[in-house]
């Protein structure tokens, strides 16, 4: 099992910056691939980055590509998203996600690839 815990979402105007983070239980934080997906207000829960659990391989929806950047530090097991340059159509409640281990981040571009959710933090970027 595994809890995820999200933070670090707030308000911020188009341009800014905001950096989530995604603190992990267990001892096995490692072992697993890390996603981020986000969900609009009457939209669908969609895909934003994934990590595999080296960090060797990441993997970005092409709207946040050159935007956001996903890390994770394994001894602190906290999964991160970086977002710089935000926009409106960014504001969304993001969810962090763990999955199986992989060595291709493009396989974890689905939600159903992955087994353990945290509860979101709402971002909103105002124009």
């Known amino acids: 099992q595994v809890q995820l815990v999200e933070s670090g979402g707030g308000l911020v105007q188009a341009g800014g910056s905001l950096r989530l983070s995604c603190a992990a239980s267990?001892?096995?934080?490692?072992?697993?691939?890390m996603g981020w997906f986000r969900q609009a207000p009457g939209k669908e829960r969609s895909f934003v980055a994934s990590i595999t659990w080296s960090a060797g391989s990441t993997y970005y929806v092409d709207s946040v590509k050159g935007r956001f950047t996903i890390s994770r530090d394994n001894a602190k097991n906290t999964a991160y998203l970086q977002m710089n340059s935000l926009k409106p159509e960014d504001t969304a409640v993001y969810f962090c996600?763990?999955?199986?281990?992989?060595?291709?981040?493009?396989?974890?571009?689905?939600?159903?690839?992955?087994?353990?959710w945290g509860q979101g933090t709402q971002v909103t970027v105002s124009s």
């Open positions: 996600a763990a999955g199986p281990r992989t060595f291709s981040a493009a396989t974890a571009a689905r939600a159903a690839f992955y087994n353990y």
């Open positions: 267990g001892r096995t934080f490692s072992s697993y691939t």
